[in-house]
């Protein structure tokens, strides 16, 4: 059977706060019994899902150190504000955290975010070998997620249920809803699902995954 494989890169806020949402997904998840977003673990998808070749990602590497350290000189652990549980209803697939971008030139802390994720952007795009799906779409609407449910394909009643639960449980964990930059990581998936089928979540059922590096912010 043929693999796919896709790579990511996402950032891994500090590890309280990733501990305490982790526990909410796995509630979320656990009560819906939508199982996808349990197979990754808990980052903010940067970058998701492209194709590489090795001495791209290898190049992709040494680039991802470059950044990091001028994010730690300029900026350290910048922090990240959350503005919530959200949802996308129109498919009833995904909750999310959502974060905030800043359009603000003076919300300091939310710039470092955007700057980052733009640096991030232009190396993969600019790196030879390395396929960004839907480039154009995210250069346009990048939103910064934490997903709680992805590829749930519930019912409209049965997901806004969820998306109430996921409210009040994010209450009852007392989940604050700022935090601070912690890691960068190049992770690796891998699926026996096909090219076509990936993007429609054709890997719930066998996704595996490695951290291939971390690079500290």
């Known amino acids: 059977m043929p693999m796919t494989v896709r790579y990511g890169i996402s950032l891994i806020p500090e590890p309280v706060f990733t501990s305490r949402v982790y526990r909410l997904r796995q509630l979320v998840c656990g009560q819906y019994g939508a199982w996808a977003a349990e197979m990754e673990m808990l980052h903010m998808p940067l970058i998701p899902y492209f194709d590489s070749s090795e001495e791209g990602i290898s190049n992709i590497s040494i680039g991802l150190e470059r950044i990091s350290a001028e994010s730690q000189k300029n900026s350290l652990r910048f922090p990240l504000v959350s503005r919530g549980v959200g949802h996308m209803l129109e498919n009833c697939d995904d909750i999310f955290l959502e974060f905030t971008v800043a359009e603000d030139p ?107 590096e971390s690079y500290s912010l």
């Open 106 to 212: 003076i919300d300091r802390g939310q710039r470092h975010l955007q700057k980052l994720w733009w640096k991030i952007l232009e190396l993969v795009e600019s790196t030879s070998g390395t396929v960004i799906p839907d480039i154009n779409i995210l250069k346009s609407d990048y939103k910064p997620y934490i997903y709680l449910m992805k590829h749930a394909n519930l019912s409209d009643s049965v997901f806004l249920s969820a998306v109430t639960f996921a409210e009040n449980v994010i209450r009852d964990l007392n989940i604050p809803n700022s935090t601070k930059a912690w890691q960068l990581q190049l992770i690796r998936f891998e699926s026996n699902s096909d090219i076509e089928s990936w993007n429609k979540g054709g890997w719930v059922s066998d996704l595996r995954w490695r951290v291939l």
